[in-house]
């Protein structure tokens, strides 16, 4: 069955640039959506965008500025880019997956942390 | 924007009692963009519902979903002991928002 696993380091820097990458295995990354969504601790879930396999972005309005997702078909990878972090985008941080553009997210991963400190 | 808003932010039970959790929206939606997700401590969100009252495969039929104008409502009968945890509502339409999460906690 299709997995997605996240990667990136634990620990950024304010101002620095936040990158993860969502690795989806047991399938292709073709023919579907893939979102980032984040949840700061204890807190709850926010939305912060996705790409579609032919490299269609929507982000959220308020981080749109800051945020960039690509996608590496021949890796089965996407990413996140995150700029000018602040203590706020401390997170945990999930890819997900979604059949189209106005579907759930039936497919996670587990997430992980990053701290900006 | 659409806003969210789920109640209680609490609900305590016993196991085997039905859990009602409530999900307002802040307009009229489509009720095809509506989804509940299960989220315990340390995983990430598991998809419940989506399109208001749809199952996906593997999820039990104890959990259901239904709307009545701008409120949703996630039920599930007869509360086993894993399903005890945070739920969250989620809309996915031109604007996308989660709730702020109801959780459902052993009285």
């Known amino acids: 069955q299709v997995q997605l696993q996240e990667s990136g380091p634990g620990l950024v820097k304010p101002s620095e640039t936040l990158s993860l990458t969502c690795t989806v295995s047991?399938?292709?990354?073709?023919?579907?959506?893939w979102s980032w969504v984040r949840q700061p601790p204890g807190k709850g879930l926010e939305w912060i965008g996705y790409i579609d396999d032919k490299g269609n972005t929507n982000y959220k309005p308020s981080l749109e500025s800051r945020v960039s997702i690509s996608v590496d078909m021949s890796n089965n990878q996407f990413s996140l880019s995150l700029r000018s972090v602040t203590a706020a985008d401390t997170a945990f941080y999930y890819c997900a997956r979604q059949a189209t553009a106005y579907d759930a997210l039936d497919i996670w991963g587990q997430g992980t942390m990053v701290t900006v400190s | 924007e659409i806003v969210l808003t789920q109640s209680p932010d609490t609900l305590s039970l016993s196991p085997g009692e039905r859990a009602i959790l409530s999900c307002r929206t802040s307009?009229?939606?489509?009720?095809?963009?509506l989804a509940w997700y299960q989220q315990k401590p340390g995983q990430a969100p598991r998809l419940l519902i989506y399109?208001?009252?749809n199952r996906p495969t593997g999820i039990p039929d104890r959990f259901s979903g239904s709307v009545s104008g701008t409120e949703f409502t996630l039920t599930i009968s007869n509360l086993e002991p894993e399903d005890f945890a945070v739920y969250f509502c989620?809309?996915?339409?031109?604007?996308?928002?989660f709730g702020q999460g109801t959780k459902v906690d052993v009285k």
């Open positions: 989620h809309f996915y339409g031109t604007s996308r928002t």
């Open positions: 399109g208001s009252s």
């Open positions: 047991g399938g292709s990354i073709n023919s579907y959506y």
């Open positions: 307009q009229s939606v489509w009720r095809r963009y």
